[in-house]
């Protein structure tokens, strides 16, 4: 601990004994370093924060979705520092005073491209920042980018809209010719192997239509039938007369006349032959037959037309036309399946012919009715971009005016120069000591010679030596002084110019 303890003090006294090299090394970096940073330009830096919102009460199909919202902002963020955009900044700011030709231009806008960032944020917020030796200028380009930020989002999606009316447009004119020559091939092809056979449609189209109708029509034909039937059995079991105006009709007979009328009643519902009810009528009805015609007319004789066997009559009328017209349709439809069948077993490539025709016809036209929708929403679309806010623009942060340089961190970096020029001083005083043979203390001569010291003699120094000493202690001193006051000025300077330059 000993020997470590004296190898401090010889370097401390090495150094000591050097100390004006160690204050002209210190001067010579600190004034060196000084000048180095006094040359490096202030660069102070300007943001801004812009917000992106959704502003419209229209439905999504014709409003603007948040992807076109985030499309939008990405292409503006990309490009925005474009050179175009650079120009107009140069030209609508104090940047236009600096420039004389078309290369002082060109200068400007690759120095702006490397000093401006534009940074997307979460929830559709821009950062835009620009730094430059000039608060001023930095806060003016930050607001022209704002303006043509905004001028740009206004005004993109309504070009988009315009070329893409346009293209649209051109689309539909072609796809209308093509329908047109579509329909004209489909009419000629009817005419010339479809004119005379019913139906709509393809052949295959045509023969599903009739044989569902036949279908519909045998199902509709039975029923009438089995109808008509139940009628005519109904008829044959009613007496065409009644008891004539001058007798009078026994009990037993108006009974009857009661159960033949419920009975029809029952059966103008719709009720079948095995429903509850019409199997109690029906057994009544043949217990009062039998009844009546046992049972003698009354004085007076003759008889009248039967109301009840008029209405069945009417109805049997009725019944009948059904069947025959459900007859006659019936006949058409076979009519009509065996002139299709007919042609296609006659031509077989009509039918494939024809399925391609339609086929074609059908795709054009399904094709032509697409654009012509994605036309109109796309031409709503463009109206409400342009006559509602759709897409609202807010400043939340404002261009700010810096006060401070944000680079070069001049105090910390004439500090910096202070401590290193010190250091380097006392770095040269300590080496030079190394360098030179001397040896401070008798030990260290007992170790270079390996030779016994018998004794060492202290220095004598006389009032006159003193005196001088001390006068150099005091220029030493106030050199030393003189370095920490300079730096102190130098950082008061720093200030100063800081506050100038707000």
Not at 290 to 304: D, K, T, V, W
Not at 342 to 348: S, V
């Amino acid at each position: 601990m000993n020997g470590l303890y004296d190898e401090i003090r010889i370097a401390l006294h090495a150094i000591w004994t050097r100390r004006w090299l160690a204050l002209a090394a210190a001067w010579v970096v600190a004034v060196l370093g000084w000048l180095a940073v006094s040359q490096i330009p202030n660069s102070y830096e300007s943001h801004a924060r812009v917000s992106v919102q959704m502003n419209t009460i229209l439905p999504g199909k014709v409003g603007i979705t948040p992807g076109d919202q985030q499309k939008g902002v990405d292409r503006v963020r990309t490009t925005l520092t474009s050179a175009v955009n650079l120009e107009k900044v140069v030209r609508g700011t104090e940047l236009a005073s600096t420039i004389s030709n078309d290369r002082d231009v060109a200068d400007r806008v690759a120095a702006l491209q490397l000093a401006i960032k534009v940074t997307a944020q979460a929830d559709n917020l821009i950062d835009i920042s620009v730094t430059n030796p000039k608060p001023k200028i930095a806060r003016a380009v930050v607001q022209k980018l704002i303006d043509i930020f905004v001028e740009q989002n206004l005004a993109g999606d309504r070009d988009e809209t315009s070329s893409t009316l346009r293209f649209l447009d051109a689309q539909l004119a072609e796809r209308q010719k093509q329908l047109a020559d579509a329909e004209a091939k489909r009419a000629d092809f009817q005419n010339r192997y479809l004119g005379s056979l019913p139906g709509t449609g393809s052949l295959n189209d045509r023969m599903s239509a009739a044989r569902t109708q036949m279908a519909q029509v045998d199902n509709d034909l039975a029923a009438a039938q089995s109808s008509l039937a139940a009628l005519n059995g109904q008829m044959a079991g009613t007496s065409s007369t009644v008891a004539g105006a001058g007798g009078t009709a026994g009990p037993a007979r108006a009974r009857l006349a009661a159960i033949q009328g419920q009975l029809a009643e029952a059966q103008a519902k719709g009720y079948t032959d095995r429903h509850p009810d019409v199997v109690a009528l029906r057994g009544q009805l043949s217990a009062a037959q039998a009844a009546a015609r046992n049972e003698p007319l009354s004085a007076g004789g003759g008889g009248s037309a039967n109301p009840l066997y008029l209405s069945l009559r009417s109805m049997q009328a009725d019944k009948q036309a059904t069947v025959a017209s459900l007859t006659m349709r019936k006949s058409q439809l076979q009519s009509d399946l065996s002139q299709i069948t007919a042609k296609l077993a006659g031509d077989p490539a009509v039918a494939a012919e024809q399925s391609q025709i339609e086929n074609d016809y059908q795709v054009l036209k399904d094709a032509y009715a697409k654009l012509l929708s994605d036309r109109e929403d796309i031409k709503l679309r463009g109206q409400a971009e342009s006559q509602t806010d759709a897409i609202k623009f807010t400043v939340i942060d404002p261009p700010t005016a810096p006060r401070v340089p944000t680079a070069p961190n001049r105090p910390l970096l004439l500090t910096g120069v202070l401590i290193a020029g010190l250091c380097l001083g006392v770095g040269v005083a300590f080496a030079m000591g190394q360098l030179k043979t001397t040896y401070p203390t008798a030990g260290r001569l007992e170790r270079a010679t390996g030779m016994t010291v018998i004794g060492s003699i202290g220095e004598a120094v006389t009032s006159a030596q003193i005196a001088l000493r001390r006068r150099k202690l005091m220029y030493f001193g106030g050199g030393a002084a003189g370095l920490l006051v300079a730096w102190v000025a130098l950082i008061g300077v720093e200030m100063v110019q800081r506050g100038l330059a707000a």
